[in-house]
């Protein structure tokens, strides 16, 4: 079946860095996709998503940006600070407040 | 409470015992999500509750699990004769749904260890 994906399972940035974590998708029927955050023995956390008919959507130091052309998300993390260490997923859905298909998800390690 | 909860939050089950897990969504919301993840890996999409409507049932991996929502409140996932395979944590999560927005809000999860 369709699903989303993610490119990388791991990545390392320095405090104060920009991050950023992509995301390939398969299902061009989905209208909206969604960032995750998930921090260690919690729960997944919303962060931002952003609608098919759209290519960026800028939130507080997170910015996403869909390219429907490649089938390509991506999450950027302004000044990345210790707290945004966690597992990143993304999700896409075919409508608002339909179910979520989520990909394998990215950790995101912040060296001090 | 203000948020998703589930109970229990670890349940430790003998290899085919039948076991139940609870959620509580937030109140007002139509839409009710159960998933699955794996140490490590990503979130499994299972049943999928919509106010009235029949449930998306389609991401069930066998008959020995099931699921029901009643009066469109709590939420009871059911896995009966589990198995070694069926050890993950188990999430729910509850939404405005209905082209309410997409934010779905998680609970803590049940950690199922199958011995």
């Known amino acids: 079946g369709e699903s989303v994906g993610l490119h990388l399972p791991t990545l390392s940035v320095q405090e104060g860095d920009n991050s950023i974590i992509n995301c390939a998708y398969s299902?061009?029927?989905?209208?909206?996709f969604i960032w995750y955050k998930q921090e260690s023995g919690k729960g997944p956390q919303f962060i931002i998503d952003?609608?098919?008919?759209?290519d960026k959507r800028q939130g507080q130091r997170v910015t996403v940006l869909l390219n429907k052309t490649v089938k390509h998300l991506s999450l950027q993390i302004a000044a990345t600070q210790p707290g945004d260490s966690a597992v990143y997923f993304c999700a896409e859905t075919k409508s608002s407040g339909d179910k979520l298909t989520f990909g394998t998800g990215t950790r995101l390690a912040v060296r001090p | 409470g203000a948020g998703v909860s589930q109970s229990p939050s670890n349940k430790v089950t003998e290899k085919g015992k039948d076991v139940e897990l609870r959620c509580d969504p937030i109140?007002?919301?139509?839409?009710l999500y159960w998933y699955r993840q794996s140490l490590g890996q990503g979130l499994e999409f299972l049943i999928y509750f919509q106010g009235n409507s029949a449930p998306d049932k389609s991401g069930l991996p066998s008959d020995r699990f099931s699921a029901e929502r009643t009066g469109g409140s709590v939420s009871t996932l059911t896995i009966q004769r589990t198995q070694q395979e069926d050890s993950a944590v188990y999430l729910c999560?509850?939404?405005?749904?209905?082209?309410?927005?997409?934010?779905?809000?998680f609970g803590q999860g049940t950690r199922l260890t199958v011995v």
């Open positions: 299902n061009s029927a989905s209208d909206y």
């Open positions: 109140s007002g919301h139509t839409a």
């Open positions: 952003i609608r098919s008919n759209m």
């Open positions: 999560a509850s939404s405005l749904g209905g082209g309410y927005g997409t934010e779905a809000f």
